[in-house]
């Protein structure tokens, strides 16, 4: 049998890899059980005793932050007979009691008690507890969790994604960043790898997004074509990203990348000044947040953040929600009012690509040939960057290239 990873090749990757069951199993062994996952933001779970609903893979866990402030991910399963513990997306509690028999857990997941507890004498509390993801940790207040009790450390895995997290804090005069919108959740009929390859495919704004950049009068549509400055960059451990300061730069204006200017925001842009001093703000107010995809599942999309969930090998959910900064209330409104038109539930823009996540899978499942999928655009024109990362034009699928060069490493190792 051809393995997963022998279905990578340096130009192209097999239709299979997309549709296989088999393949979509033991990448939940090797990539999502394994790796380090995005789980949630510290901001969701700021007092004592708060939780949130989040997912990571397939499965539902519980965010907790418990009252010496540390913060928990729990299974969402009781460890009686396996009812889901908990409905509520999120709330304020220290407790968790299961309706089944009314079995209660703390929010780090030991087991307080049960009703009737003679029926339970002998029973070793200890071991009745909920599952955990062994492992937590948080960068920037991004906190990832893995279920591996042993691996790289967090900063490993991140790599070279955290100068793009650093980036993104930046941009927030406070240097935090809020994720305090709510999240839509869209579901797509298609494999979780199309849509990780999509977010930094620099080649197809253009035809996939004329719509909403003609209707928006939008220039963003020329940074993905072949005169653009912009490169796409491979930042290494899967990481990839659409690096757009080029073009932002040749531009030179603040807040451009927003699609606005410095004179309509005028509270953001004098906290800025005040927080960095006039030259640091202005440049960083000219490049504007990152367009990076952090393998395997969260993608930082310049305005907004999309939490990719795999269910199957045929569906995938995509969380989305528009990132807030911490002290920028007039820029947050905006944030917010451009996601709702973007990747809102009647959105312009992620409506358009789901289009396109649900037609390649349908193509790969539905004609058997040619067999492989091509991915050699640019491949003649890669190069090194200063920094040593692999990059190519704006247009180029140096990013599709890298994510499944990861990708395979990971199939492949033991
Ligand atoms: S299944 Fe939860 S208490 Fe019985
Ligand atoms: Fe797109």
Known sequence: MVTASEMVRADSVHGALYSDEAIFQAELEKIWYRTWVYVGHVSEVPKPNDFVMKVL?????????DRNGEINLLLNRCAHRGNQLCMEQKGNRSSFTCPYHGW???NTGQLRGFPFANGYDGADRSKL??????RVAQYRGFVFGSFAAEGPSLEVHLGAARGALDRLCETSPSGEVEITAG????????????????ETDGYHPQFVHASIFSVAKSGIGELYGPQSTAVARDLGDGHTENDLRPEFRRIGKPMNWFGTNAERLPEYVARMKAAYGEEKATQIMIDGTPHVMIFPNLFIAEIQ?????????????????????????????RLRQQTMGSVGPAGFLLADDAEMYE??????????????????????RERRDEDGFLVGDATDEVTSRGIWRHYRSLMEAG
Do not use: C
């Open 57 to 65: 893979g397939p499965q539902q866990v519980l965010m907790t932050r």
């Open 104 to 106: 209660t857990f703390s």
């Open 129 to 134: 507890g909920l599952g955990h993801v062994p």
């Open 183 to 198: 999240f839509l959740q869209h579901r797509a009929k298609s494999n979780w790898k199309f849509l990780v390859e999509n």
């Open 305 to 333: 953040i999309f939490v990719i969930q795999p269910l199957a090998a045929n569906e995938t959910v995509q969380h989305v929600t528009a990132l807030q900064f911490k002290d920028a209330p007039d820029l947050n409104r």
């Open 359 to 380: 037609r390649t899978q349908r193509g790969v499942t539905g004609a058997s040939k040619p067999e492989w999928n091509y991915l050699g655009r640019g491949l003649h």
